[in-house]
């Protein structure tokens, strides 16, 4: 199971910080990431970590603003977000795949994996 909390509603440039609070399985297996969905809009990555890539995975649009990090001992996933755009307003989904072999975060944005996990997801808006 995976819980985001955190969302909510931000002023153009500024920051929040979602956390997802897995149980069942290990955040430190196979890989982990965030997506989004806009309203009208489908759903696209955010970021993403895996055992096998040295470096956690940003989808371009990021550009810097956003990072992902992991407590291990918390088995818990976090996405630090900074000057935040209106565009950026969406739901937030945690997801997983846990059980993935070797996975590389490049699969799942290229379409070759899929993440099964997924949380409920949390709202962020962003708006003056």
């Known amino acids: 199971q995976l819980v985001e909390s955190g969302g909510g509603l931000v002023q153009p440039g500024g920051s929040l910080r979602l956390s997802c609070e897995a149980s069942?399985?290990?955040?430190?297996?196979?890989?982990i990431g965030w997506y989004r969905q806009a309203p009208g809009k489908e759903r696209e990555g955010v970021s993403c970590?895996?055992?096998?890539?040295?470096?956690?995975y940003y989808f371009d649009f990021v550009k810097g603003r956003f990072t992902i990090s992991r407590d291990s001992a918390k088995n818990t996933l976090y996405l630090q977000m900074n000057n935040l755009l209106p565009e950026d307003t969406a739901v937030y989904y945690c997801?997983?795949?846990?059980?993935?072999?070797?996975?590389?975060?490049?699969?799942?944005?290229?379409?070759?994996?899929?993440?099964?996990?997924w949380g409920q997801g949390t709202q962020v808006t962003v708006s003056s």
């Open positions: 970590i895996s055992r096998r890539d040295a470096t956690p």
């Open positions: 997801v997983a795949d846990p059980f993935a072999v070797d996975p590389s975060c490049s699969d799942y944005a290229n379409g070759y994996r899929y993440f099964y996990r």
């Open positions: 069942g399985f290990s955040l430190d297996e196979g890989a």
